[in-house]
């Protein structure tokens, strides 16, 4: 299946009221939010991460891709009925789709690549200056390629770019397979001296996001664990 | 009738306190705000989207058009009595209004295309560089005619473009009624490498909306779905 | 009495908690917001307006003017008494002053001008670049006049220019008396081919502005008429 | 005492839901915070102000000085005791110190200035340009002269200046003693014409501040006038 | 043991709200959250700081560092169990890791200096233009060189250096051991006048921290001593 797939990051934030609420009730908000992520994973792509330590402005994400916007938007619509977001604000989203790159070999580009079980997801949206767009194809390829050589001499990072123009404020979305933090902000700042750097003309908010379960990533927002009820 | 509408996008924001409400009174605040724009409807051009599973700052978005101002401002003083209202924040706002073009042949530029049932509405609205204006105007008549030369090879795409100079904040609110998010991202992205995109000052936040009834959207709110009551 | 006045723009922005407040609850809070403004109208300018349905970030203006600030103090004083003010915030602030112009015309610069009774109040805020007040006095006349000559083909429009520089974030204040929306856009639209438009650098938000009388500025707050109390 | 002084400026915006509470219980409220004001009075420099109908994003400022910080930092330690401050938040605050500068010859420029008994106080944070600091000296010398020669030709207003380089985020808060708010307009804009003037990368919030005591800043919060308890 | 370590700064906002609490309740909060910071303390790196007083967008920041991200993850996870929690934002949240430096001769840059028992700790994020980035490396040699001459006279200043690139928005994450504020005001005033400044493009927020223990840095929230229950 060599479609392309729409991908959505879906940043929370709890209310800070949400903890006032008895154990009981936090676990079943919990429960019926897992639920609904549960479910949709069966058939689509889901996976679930914890900010709690990493970031103030959210505590959780989950990172879907499917060959169609409806089953997002459905999901999306099913964790509305949960308690959870009840107490929930989604304090960033990034909606965008997969595409061949021209510059690129990234492995199965159309589509998420479930295997890696890096520890670290660090996400970021991105927009290049406009005269990037404005260079000759055969200048950019050059630029580019140069930026490749540097990222391919730390092999312990995977990169997934995604594409966002028209369908969201960004150009793209990058994130990025990491087990070693350190090891990529070596390959973040060794890039700064690159060519294709000085193009770049945002690429804030940069999430580092702590892979989990969506049961872990949900006890993280209360420090409480979830059991099945009896 | 030939003469220019007002155009008016409202995008609302639930309060996730809203969730916690009995789900009857949840249907009750429904079913106000669905009545106040059905009976809109009868008379003017309203059109509703969903935003769930799309963006996080907006759940719901209004679009509506008439040749007066009045009945768009009395259409929101009645929304303001539905109980929806008593829970939601208007995130985003753009007024326009319709004008004839100097550079394209979009049809029927001056009133609203109500026909087109596409699944997706894309929003955005635009700033130009000062510069632009300062262009002469066979000049900015060729970058026009380049980019619309782009824009027309992606069929499936119709424009609908509004004009908001000293009416709001910003130049122009953009639509775009779309089958297939990706023709319109590849539209988008190509676009980047025309001289008329060097010209764009700002073009955020871009919004994909997803077509619906208004019960649609609104059910899409909570999970939940209205009937009639009994 | 030609002396300089003190103008004051305050916008309001209800909580939607305000609207779940009983009927009776909300026609009080109204009054005595009402009572205020028409005390300080007894004795100074004031004219009140809706932003429902134009905007998302303010519901109601109030304007005044005085020729010292102490008043528009005491009445704002007076708001703060009022039941509505326990449920509004000041989403926007403009303090500004008249003076006399050396590039325009405007009939008693020094004053407002009570009579113009249009429908609408266009209202910004704006801020020139640096540069302009670099420019030799002569040129900076050349570039106005040219500017003031396009804006006088546009008849139905009348210009109310206040100063704030030093006393509020803006430079300058500019209100527009408008009975037809379009024409005013034409005009924006026009202007930004003006070498004076290069010399601007922020002028927004843009507030169009319906004229009303407070009480039914008030009444678009939560649709509901308030007749005096039995 | 001729040594440098800490200044600290701390504005309040109160929870339009203080104004919900009984009269009683704001009265003590508001007691409890010109306590604690009025007691680091008797020993340090403490003035008030109101800004209630000058501005929307804040409604008190109270400004401090004092030779150390950790009586600054007691200070409002023992506010957050008060009844007030659970009802309100600090929107703006600014850290500074007072330091002798090397162009103006401001009297005592160490240490506040408690005699003037201006009836406004005009505030703003200031950054210059990076290219200002690479001027050589004499540039710089001879660019304030023309500035401060225009300057006191304004003989009404009074000029304090303190730094923040490095403590906060502004590197000036300057301060203006000022009896006749349009005479500060008319310096502000006659200003913008001098070669300093370029050198400004950003001057606001520009806040116009009402001289009153602690109790009649506090009472405009409500409108109603606190008298001791019997 | 010298490999390089995680550096995490939390910066909590309280609600007002919480200060309506019985004391009793308030106390209880503040136990549980000191005894959260205090076990991480054992093992791990941890400082707590006040900025009741300094600044207004927070009141508490606790510092830690460890050679691993799971622990700090760990450790907010238990401080989302604590009752103030319930009650606080993360206002500012700063995730960077040290490294070696190719310029300066920072004693053990990879781990914290724990020795430094400074009255104040004053902590920015910074970004550097890219035009940095693609100077020759020896000429970023000689700039630092300059920067760092002028920063050694000023001698009871110690600096600590940490590296965000990729794991957080900003480029470095810089805080200095300070004694007297005033000292540091002087230094950074000063070294605008350094070729380096020019390649600084942002260093906001700046926060005064003031140095305390996590009890009395939380006793600085309501003004009241926590004592051990009996």
Chains 1, 2, 3, 4, 5 share one sequence.
Request: charged share 30%; proline share 5%.
């Amino acid at each position: 299946m060599a479609g392309r797939h729409f991908v959505k990051f879906t940043f929370l934030k709890l209310d800070p009221a949400w903890r006032r609420r008895l154990g009981d009730e936090r676990a079943q908000d919990k429960r019926e939010f897992a639920a609904a992520c549960n479910d949709f994973a069966e058939e689509h792509f889901l996976r679930a991460y914890s900010l709690v330590g990493t970031r103030g402005d959210c505590d959780l994400m989950i990172r879907m891709a499917c060959p169609r916007l409806e089953p997002i938007h459905e999901l999306h619509v099913l964790l509305n009925q949960s308690g959870l977001m009840r107490w929930a604000d989604i304090s960033h989203s990034y909606l965008a789709m997969t595409k061949e790159s021209v510059y690129s070999d990234e492995p199965t580009p159309l589509e998420p690549r479930p295997g890696s079980d890096s520890k670290y997801l660090i996400v970021y949206p991105m927009w290049k200056k406009r005269e990037w767009y404005r260079l000759p194809e055969e200048e950019r390829m050059r630029v580019m390629r140069d930026h490749i050589a540097v990222a391919r001499r730390f092999t312990g990072i995977e990169t997934n770019t995604s594409y966002s123009f028209g369908l969201d404020d960004q150009e793209f979305v990058v994130a990025f397979d990491v087990d070693d933090p350190a090891e990529f902000l070596d390959l973040v700042q060794e890039l700064r001296g690159t060519e294709s750097s000085a193009y770049t003309e945002f690429e804030t908010p940069i999430f580092t996001c702590i892979s989990a379960s969506i049961e872990r990533a949900l006890d993280a927002l209360d420090g409480e664990v979830v059991r099945a009820p009896a």
